[in-house]
């Protein structure tokens, strides 16, 4: 019987990297069979497998991302969605001061309830998933983080069913809080003040952003109206420049952690912001996507050398 | 390991690993026990835990032996490890210490009454 259960659990530690297995499966599959035994279980529990598919796959991201750059990736991805989250329930979920615009301009509209689109299901799991987070109950958040990605995914699906119809979210929308999702899986927030803070700032600069555009005014402005902003008003790519600099500044300086934080943790807003350029100006989208391609190259060589690795080219020598 | 938080698993490895070496199964008991049966580490958690701690220099390995055809690794805590937890532990008793001394200074009236008004 101890065979076969060695056997599931040698499987399932497939999940991880064949390295990490070389080091500690010996000690790991020891373990699984001795909390198995403890349990009088011949079987694997499903949980305890899950658990392993999910930390061995953290330890192969881990392979090319530290745990300190994964975290730090995971709190800003967490703050800057949970702040997303919030100004997109406020402002174009909700936003009860357009509700007779949005009547009048969309009469067929069914609505989702007293919003505008089952996307006010999705911020409220990010609002859940941030909540507990901040009393330090990660797990939950990560299961809140799938279920948001999950909803994200099904969305536009169950819109075609006769029943839906709803207008919106884009999948523009959609997409950024499925990468900002999966980006806040990749770790755990070192520093829950310092999560709430970030957050506090992200919500205040988007909150700022919709108000000096007018989003207060009783016209419903749409669901693109972020990305439109950020498109035609804001030029988003002036803003990534100075980013990328400043993660290149940070990589130049020795402070790695810091700069790859940086350069992954825009990688959501940039991608998002090509998809929109992409339709309005695609000369531009090319333009773009060649710089930030070039910008993250460069983060990587700056964070590369300053940490003493070396990249070696040599040419095979086929004539002998 | 200053300016980040120490989470729960990893105030119980420690403190499982304060007294003596220990090896993965007996880690999740005593982890298990600590909490008060509130914190069951999954084998996965845990050993991403230790791995993590090990490169952050807290946890060390200290020998490995065979036990009914199971090899145990065993994890003991560093001297930087013991700092960390001693740390840990001051700001904890600290935290507990003001919580304490305000609940003594709660008014009677509120304590008869059980709680706000």
């Known amino acids: 019987m101890s065979t076969i ?51 061995g796959l953290l330890t192969r991201i881990g392979i090319f991302l530290p745990a300190r750059v994964r975290d730090g990736v995971a709190a800003v991805a967490l703050a800057t969605g949970t702040a997303f989250a919030t100004s997109f329930f406020v402002f174009l979920e909700w936003s009860p001061w357009t509700a007779a615009d949005r009547v009048a301009e969309l009469p067929l509209d069914p609505g989702f309830g007293p919003f505008v689109n089952p996307g006010v299901i999705v911020c409220a799991l990010w609002a859940l998933g941030f909540l507990f987070a901040v009393l330090g109950r990660y797990q939950i958040t990560r299961v809140l983080m799938v279920m948001a990605i999950l909803v994200a995914v099904a969305i536009p699906v169950v819109s075609h069913l006769p029943f839906a119809g709803w207008v919106g979210p ?7 809080f499925e990468l900002l999702g999966a980006l806040s899986l990749v770790g755990t927030p070192p520093s829950r003040v310092r999560l709430g803070i970030g957050t506090g700032i992200a919500m205040a600069v988007l909150v700022a952003i919709y108000k000096h555009d007018g989003a207060f005014r009783p016209y419903y402005s749409g669901d693109h109206f972020f990305w439109w902003l950020m498109d035609t008003r804001i030029n988003l790519d002036l803003l990534l420049v100075p980013t990328f600099l ?7 300086a020795g402070r790695g952690t810091t700069a790859a934080v940086i350069a992954i943790s825009t990688l959501p807003w ?29 983060v990587s060589i700056a964070v590369l050398k ?12 086929d004539s002998r | 390991m200053a300016d980040t938080e120490m989470r729960e698993p990893t105030f119980l490895v420690l403190t499982a690993l304060a007294n003596g070496r220990k090896h993965g199964y007996a880690l999740i008991k005593e982890a298990d026990e600590l909490s008060g049966g509130r ?8 050993y991403a835990a230790l791995d993590r701690l090990g490169q ?34 001051t700001r904890l008793e600290s935290n507990a210490g003001q ?7 709660r008014p009677v009236s509120m304590q008869a009454a059980g709680g706000w008004a």
Do not use: M
Request: glycine share 8%; proline share 2%.
């Open chain 1, 170 to 176: 884009s999948s523009t929308n959609l997409g950024f």
């Open chain 2, 56 to 89: 952050q220099g807290l946890v060390a390995d200290a020998g490995e032996e065979v036990v009914d055809g199971r090899l145990r690794r065993y994890y003991k805590l560093t001297d930087e490890g013991v700092e960390v937890l001693e740390r840990e532990v």
């Open chain 1, 5 to 55: 259960l060695e056997h599931q659990y040698r499987r399932t530690l497939r999940w991880y990297p064949s390295s990490w297995r070389a080091q500690h499966e010996e000690a790991v599959i020891g373990t699984l069979l001795d909390v198995a035994e403890g349990e009088n279980r011949s079987r694997p529990r499903l949980s305890e497998q899950l658990n392993l598919a999910v930390n």
């Open chain 1, 306 to 317: 300053r940490s003493g690795f070396e990249i070696v080219v040599r040419r095979r020598d």
């Open chain 2, 99 to 105: 919580a304490r001394a305000r609940l003594r200074l």
């Open chain 2, 39 to 46: 914190v069951s580490l999954k084998v996965g958690t845990l």
């Open chain 1, 270 to 298: 940039a991608a998002a912001y090509l998809v929109v350029l992409a339709v309005t100006d695609p000369v531009q989208a090319i333009f773009c996507a060649a710089w930030l391609t070039a910008g993250l190259s460069v």
């Open chain 1, 246 to 252: 400043v993660a290149i500044g940070f990589g130049l």
